[in-house]
């Protein structure tokens, strides 16, 4: 089945500075990447994912990058606020040989943004 | 509008007793999907319905576990004789297809201790 590698397990920046959180996958037949932010004791949030027709998507300070032939795709944050600081799970799918939605996710990345 | 809501939010059990998990979808959301997060790791899939079809639960660690959707939109996660190991937070997701690359939405979990 697949695997979904996440890269690095923590993370800390100073405010400012850019974060960068890294996916690799193993089923070549995933085409959904979507990334998520998880605070403590809340519910994942879907902050931005990516589709394997395009091989980069932005939206203000974040931004996903995928490289289908390598397969590993990427979270860019820039301009880290403190109010970034959260788990970010990576998620790849559908996997199993499914058409729907079944994801797996990555072991999770904790990112620390110091004020 | 509400999004995914489950409850309860906190189940504390004794081991060997049964319990019932809830998750309310979006309205009108085709897909609902159950996870199961370990402290510290993201989210496994436990099981997929389109409306009130099981159309998958291969990911079920047990025959201890059951789901059921019987109307489409509420779905109730069951754990029979529960053990330490099933101790986790249950994720439901909902989304409105039953696409591969469709957004997921997530409840807040319900964390379940089993003593």
């Known amino acids: 089945g697949e695997n979904v590698e996440q890269h690095p397990s923590t993370l800390s920046v100073q405010e400012g500075d850019s974060a960068v959180i890294k996916c690799t996958y193993s089923?070549?037949?995933?085409?959904?990447f979507p990334w998520y932010k998880q605070e403590l004791g809340k519910r994942p949030q879907l902050i931005i994912d990516?589709?394997?027709?395009?091989g980069e998507k932005k939206d203000q300070r974040i931004a996903v990058t995928l490289n289908k032939t390598a397969k590993h795709f990427s979270l860019h944050i820039t301009e880290t606020q403190p109010e970034d600081s959260a788990v970010y799970f990576c998620?790849?799918?559908?996997?199993?040989?499914?058409?729907?939605?079944?994801?797996?996710f990555g072991q999770g990345t904790i990112l620390t943004v110091h004020p | 509008g509400a999004g995914v809501s489950q409850s309860p939010r906190y189940k504390v059990a004794k081991r060997g007793q049964d319990v019932a998990l809830r998750c309310d979808p979006i309205?009108?959301?085709?897909?609902l999907f159950w996870y199961q997060q370990a402290l510290g790791q993201g989210p496994e899939f436990l099981t997929y319905?389109?409306?009130?079809?099981?159309?998958?639960k291969s990911g079920l660690p047990s025959d201890r576990f059951f789901a059921e959707r019987p109307e489409g939109s509420v779905s109730t996660l069951k754990i029979q004789r529960t053990q330490q190991e099933d101790s986790a937070v249950y994720l439901c997701?909902?989304?409105?297809?039953?696409?591969?690359?469709?957004?997921?939405?997530f409840g807040p979990g319900t964390r379940l201790t089993v003593l």
């Open positions: 997701a909902s989304s409105l297809k039953g696409t591969g690359t469709d957004t997921q939405y």
């Open positions: 089923d070549s037949a995933s085409n959904y």
């Open positions: 990516i589709r394997s027709n395009v």
């Open positions: 998620a790849a799918g559908p996997t199993g040989g499914t058409s729907y939605g079944k994801l797996t």
């Open positions: 309205s009108g959301h085709v897909s």
């Open positions: 319905f389109q409306n009130e079809a099981q159309l998958d």
